[in-house]
């Protein structure tokens, strides 16, 4: 099955229709809170870019500087991060890159894994629970073509 | 039909489906029991602009299983020219009728307001006609009837698995129609040699064919397109629902049908991803009775007939009851059916919490898909 998960950051009537014109048995993963939500509010130190592939993930990078750490995550945890991204910045005191991945499965990561290779550390973001989770696989597929070199954690809200 | 049972590319599903998961020329078989019974519903729902019918066979043991009431409910509730025939062969694998199924079996159809016909497999005149009459039903009328044929099985129910009294299996296989038919009719029993020798001489044929190579094997439909490329991200107008319901809106004007609980307006589904777009389509929205399974089964089946359904699983949770369409039917129908299928179908769900709907409304169950 296609798995693909909607988001708030681009238009989800977009991402129905690529699924749909691929003609395949698809799964679409929702979200109640995001079925509120307008598009984001522009972070003028941030741009949201889309990878051309099919189905592809989201990337939202700082403009001006360059990013410590990536965080990969998917849905609705994309909109959290995106919207607290400042305040996430403060706290740590570190710029990040956000992939917000829309087809889960078959997971493809060769292009978020060239970016986030870049950075030194990883963190996996989910909704639910992190043991056997999306996360997790993100992470393995990532060490898979990494090593072990780089540091990641998964986490789930 | 052997190649497929040897496993050679010959085979009517190129030797990958085996004895259990067929399809040729309107003819569809899985290996869940009673998990094609909705998919029937979903086909004859496509049908339903034709003179054709769909058959769907189902044993008195599968009347344990919770998806055939789902089926039955369905077809009835969306005027399905379906013919369910039960066979009756008195055993489910090596238990008895008697330990299996409770009450009346003609009576669990006739619960659905089916009309129910009884037949058996030795009286072969009035089965015919009593055949006859249960299509002519559904075809006129539109509407599912149920055929409870009383009948037996002469062999083992898989490979050597048989426990059953041997003079009974004896009693039957003596008053079987094969073989009264050709007890004292020369040319028939002569005729049936033939036959069988036919069969047993083209094993060895089939033995030394090629199954499929393993590229072919391989492969699913899914896309792996890669690109290193960027492009702005698309913004969009209005909240994340109401893009949700534009899309399904279009779908609906192109001919899609859109099956799940509660969907139809005023209501227009529980988040009102399809309010509005009943009333404009009506025959387009379908609501079903609470039913994941039996819904996400009707979707399939119409899209396997050629057309697109879309199904939405009121809360995510829910799928749970769902996972058998989805793992043994609709992520395998292209495979396992030698890549002769296809299911195009969608299936929509919300996930995650924070609403206060509480523990079994608010599950991230993605991980499993
Ligand atoms: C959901 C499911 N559970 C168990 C099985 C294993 N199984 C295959 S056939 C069978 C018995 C079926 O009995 P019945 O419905 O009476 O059909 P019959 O074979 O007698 O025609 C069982 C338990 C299965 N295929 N699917
Ligand atoms: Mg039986």
Redesign the pocket.
């Known amino acids: 099955m296609l798995v693909v998960a909607l988001n708030s950051l681009s238009d989800p009537a977009a991402v129905l229709r690529e699924t749909q014109d691929l003609s395949v048995p698809s799964i679409i993963i929702e979200n109640k809170t995001d079925y509120g939500r307008r598009a984001p509010a522009v972070n003028e130190r941030l741009e949201i870019r889309q990878n051309a592939r099919t189905l592809g993930h989201l990337l939202i990078t700082p403009r001006y500087d360059k990013p410590h750490f990536s965080i990969v995550t998917y849905g609705e945890p994309a909109r959290l991060i995106y919207d607290a991204y400042d305040e996430i910045v403060a706290e740590t005191n570190a710029l990040f890159d956000l992939l917000c991945m829309v087809k889960l499965s078959p997971m493809d990561l060769s292009g978020p894994a060239r970016h986030m290779m870049k950075h030194e550390a990883i963190l996996a973001v989910e909704d639910g629970s992190a043991p056997f989770g999306i996360g997790a696989e993100i992470l393995s597929q990532l060490r898979g073509r990494a090593g072990s070199t780089v540091v990641s954690q998964c986490v789930a809200m | 039909m052997i190649d497929e049972l040897l496993g050679k590319a010959d085979g009517v599903c190129k030797g990958i489906g085996s004895s259990?998961h067929l399809y040729r020329q309107g003819f569809i078989s899985n290996?869940?029991?009673?998990?094609l019974l909705p998919v029937g519903t979903g086909i004859g729902r496509m049908v339903r602009e034709t003179e054709n019918v769909v058959v769907s066979f189902?044993?008195?043991?599968?009347?344990g299983?919770g998806v055939t009431y789902e089926a039955l409910n369905l077809s009835a509730l969306l005027k399905v020219p379906q013919v369910f025939v039960c066979?009756?062969?008195f055993?489910?694998?090596s238990t008895a009728?008697t330990r299996?199924t409770a009450g009346s079996i003609p009576d669990r159809f006739r619960a659905f307001g089916l009309k129910t016909f009884l037949a058996n497999t030795w009286d072969l005149p009035s089965l015919m006609q009593t055949v006859g009459e249960a299509i002519a039903h559904a075809r006129g009328n539109s509407e599912p009837v149920a055929i409870v044929m009383t009948t037996y099985?002469l062999n083992a129910?898989?490979k050597g698995d048989d426990d059953r009294d041997a003079e009974e299996v004896a009693f039957f296989r003596q008053n079987d129609p094969i073989s009264w038919i050709s007890e004292g009719n020369n040319h028939l029993a002569q005729r049936f040699s033939e036959i069988d020798e036919e069969v047993e001489s083209y094993f060895d044929t089939a033995l030394s064919k090629p199954e499929l190579p393993l590229d072919s094997y391989v492969g699913d439909q899914m896309p792996r397109r890669t690109s290193a490329r960027y492009t702005p991200a698309a913004g969009f107008e209005g909240r994340v629902i109401e893009r949700v319901n534009a899309f399904l809106r279009e779908e609906a004007e192109r001919g899609a049908m859109i099956i799940g609980e509660d969907i139809a307006d005023p209501y227009g589904g529980a988040f009102k991803a399809t309010k509005g777009n009943g009333q404009d389509f009506p025959d387009a929205i379908v609501s079903t009775p609470i039913s994941e399974a039996g819904l996400v089964g009707v979707a399939a089946g119409y899209s396997l007939a050629g057309r697109r359904g879309i199904a939405e699983i009121m809360f995510g949770d829910f799928v749970t009851y769902a996972f058998?369409q989805i793992v043994n039917g609709i992520s395998k129908y292209h495979h396992m059916y030698g890549k002769q299928a296809s299911c195009p179908v969608t299936i929509r769900m919300p996930m995650g919490g924070k609403r206060g709907y509480g523990a079994t409304h608010s599950q991230s169950l993605e991980k499993f898909l």
């Open positions: 259990q290996g869940p029991q009673g998990a189902v044993g008195e043991g599968t009347l299983e066979e009756n062969n055993y489910s694998q009728q299996n099985r129910h898989s058998d």
